[in-house]
């Protein structure tokens, strides 16, 4: 059995404090939330924070707010459980519950948070193991080693996103409030990802995430298509994630794919956008998206299935994404 290595364990109860908190602790501390991502990564000595400072009892970090004709924010606490189950959520952005309930487990869905999921670790085959695995492979570049056992000659580590969430907020285009000590930021969901899997968010380490900002909907229609080997729960080795807006004659006037689970970061397809904007959301144009969704996947050897395999599907599961939302039409 793995065990939690010892650490300080403190729990403010107001943001502000949360904050001084983490100055005061230094780069030895970590949030957390739900610790579904975190307490596994510190039993496999991934992460081995001298201090964990809870986020779980700030109230600023637990609303749901406002609708899909004004906007709405999500506080970053709240659980995948009540993002599934949220009467607005559901009515206003469908594609944020359908997603949040891919997520691993009902019983982990009541821990895990849409924070924790957003700023989730990157994975990779070579990492996500204990302790005494990855010494005897001599570690890798990602922690306590120098090279990446999946591209050696790589200068850079490539363990993936896995986020279902990550995504589906870049295709629409979400904001994500941070906090630190001195003062506070908005950045979009596409501008924290970073295409690396060491230095994966451009967050700073003292920055704690508020919220997440919705915009209005805008007659913006979204779905998700998730491929994992287990229907029943498993990361995502490859999803799209597909936010369009049409014309009443179902004209596409404007168009967002974003692949998760093949790179260090989610990666938009502007030239499935182009295959898109200007024309009926037809079959024809559906297959185009589709065909630049293919060749914009490049997974590596780092997650389960075949890597040219996952590439393959990219094409069928872009078209699903976009057919989900021509079967909206009603
Ligand atoms: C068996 C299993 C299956 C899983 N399947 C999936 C899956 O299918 N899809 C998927 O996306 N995920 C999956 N997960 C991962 C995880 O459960 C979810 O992503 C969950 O939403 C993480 O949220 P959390 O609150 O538990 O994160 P935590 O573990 O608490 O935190 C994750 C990271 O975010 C940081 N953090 C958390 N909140 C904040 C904040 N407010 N401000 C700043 N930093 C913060 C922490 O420091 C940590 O680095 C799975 C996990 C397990 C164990
Ligand atoms: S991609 Fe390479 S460096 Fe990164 S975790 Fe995997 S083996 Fe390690």
Known sequence: MMRLPQFDYVVPRIL????????????????????????????????????VISVSRLADLHGVNGDGAFGLRIGAGVSLT????????NRDYPVVAQAAASISTPILRNMGTIGGNLLLDTRCNYYDQNY????????CMKKDGEICWVAPSSPKCW????????PVMVALNAGLRLASPSGERTITAS???????????????DELLVEIILPPRDSVRAAYAKLRRRGSFDFPVLGVAAAIRTSADWTVASAKLVLGGVAPAPIEVPEAE??????????????????????????????DFLMNWRKQMARPYAIKALEQLLESRG
């Open 16 to 51: 502000s404090d949360a904050l001084l908190m983490k100055a005061d602790a230094g780069p030895s501390s970590s949030f957390v939330a739900g610790g579904t991502d975190l307490y596994p990564n510190m039993k496999r000595r991934q992460q081995t924070p001298a201090t």
């Open 82 to 89: 009540d993002i599934v189950e949220h009467p607005i959520i």
């Open 274 to 303: 182009q295959a898109l904007v200007g024309y009926k959301l037809d079959r024809e144009h559906i297959e185009a998206a589709a065909e630049a969704c293919y060749l914009k996947a490049r997974p590596l050897d780092n997650t």
């Open 132 to 139: 005494e695995w990855r010494k005897a492979i001599n570690f």
């Open 191 to 205: 501008e924290i990802y970073n295409n690396d899997g060491i230095s994966y968010l451009r967050k700073e380490p």
């Open 159 to 166: 363990a993936v996103q896995s986020s279902d969430l990550a």
